[in-house]
Structures are given as C-alpha cells and as structure tokens.
C-alpha cells in the first residue's frame, strides 16, 4: 500500500476484513514504549500523510509543514532532521545512526609527507612563522641576561632561540 519512506520504520497496512489500520515498524514501537513509559496515561492514534488510495499527501516537508500548522500533533517515522524542518518544529534526539559516510580517494596522497599542508595558504604559513620568531625573540630577550643557554656566539644565541619556539609549540614542558 505504502511505496514511500522505509517500511522497516513504519509501515501502513489496512486489514481488508475490518477495514483498520495497522500500523507497524521500528519507529511505532520506539514511540510506543516512550508513552508507556509517561506516568499518566495518554490517548494517541495513528493517522496516515495519506490518502484512501494509500497515496502520500506530500512529501516529508509537508507533513512536517502539518504539525507546523496544528493539524497534527506530531510525527512518528523516519523523518531526518533538517534546517529547513528545525524551523518549524522542534525534534527529539536522533534515535537511530543516519548511516552517512564519506569515501574519499586514498591513493592520491600516498606517500607524500607533506599533505597536511596541501590545505594551508601561504599567508597562513608566512603568519606562523612570524608568531614563531616572535615567541623566540620575546624569550630570548627575557631570558638571556639570567640563562646561560642564551648567551654565548651570535650563531647560538639564534639557534636557542629557535630551538625554545620549536620546542614549546611541539612538546609539552613540565
């Protein structure tokens, strides 16, 4: 009867004897076991987005855009979690994994030591760079008239420097 949505999550029959709906899937006894749960009872029935032919009104906005409106009270189903939806309506938590992956090309980069800067412009290296002197100089400048390790030839003095901006950004002191 039902060709829309996954019927793993609700699926819409009608018994062809009585002429009821019978209402199944894993969303109906998620929301089912929640209101056993209440501490007070409450009357609930499950009314189909369609029509007698079991054709579907609309699509998941506009059920969606119902409960807006007050025609409904609220969904039971496998209805994502969208902006556009968010704006309308508020949404429980997520009680099933969405099952979206991403596949990516692993063999593009292989090898390549330097692909974690294939993303980095260059204003952004020249910048850290910059901050990484900085850091330097300003150490240097404060500790070179107490430290020993900051005195000594030019070339060493440069080095230390170097060496404590390098080491402060990658290891952790104590």
């Known amino acids: 009867m039902r060709s829309y949505g996954f019927p793993e999550f609700v699926n819409v029959t009608r018994d062809s004897q009585t002429n009821t ?6 969303s109906i006894d ?11 009872a409450k009357y609930y029935e499950f009314v189909p987005f369609e029509d ?26 496998d209805t994502t979690i969208v902006a556009n939806r968010s704006t309308h309506v508020e949404f429980t938590l997520p009680y099933t994994e969405s099952g979206v992956t991403m596949i990516v090309l692993a063999n593009e980069n292989k ?21 990484f002197v900085f850091t330097g100089v300003v150490v240097w ?6 430290n020993d390790h900051f005195r000594g030839p030019l070339k060493n003095q440069i080095g230390m420097m170097l060496w404590f901006s390098f080491s402060a950004l990658v290891f952790a002191h104590s």
């Open 21 to 26: 709906l019978i209402v199944s899937g894993y």
């Open 30 to 40: 998620v929301f089912e076991a929640a209101i056993k749960q209440l501490p007070y």
């Open 52 to 77: 007698e032919n079991g054709n579907a009104y609309g699509a998941y906005n506009d059920l969606i855009y119902q409960v807006y409106l007050k025609v409904f009270d609220a969904v039971v189903g």
């Open 111 to 131: 090898g390549n030591a330097w692909i974690f800067s294939k993303p980095l412009r260059l204003d952004l290296w020249l910048t850290t760079g910059a901050a």
């Open 141 to 146: 400048a404060l500790e070179h008239r107490v």
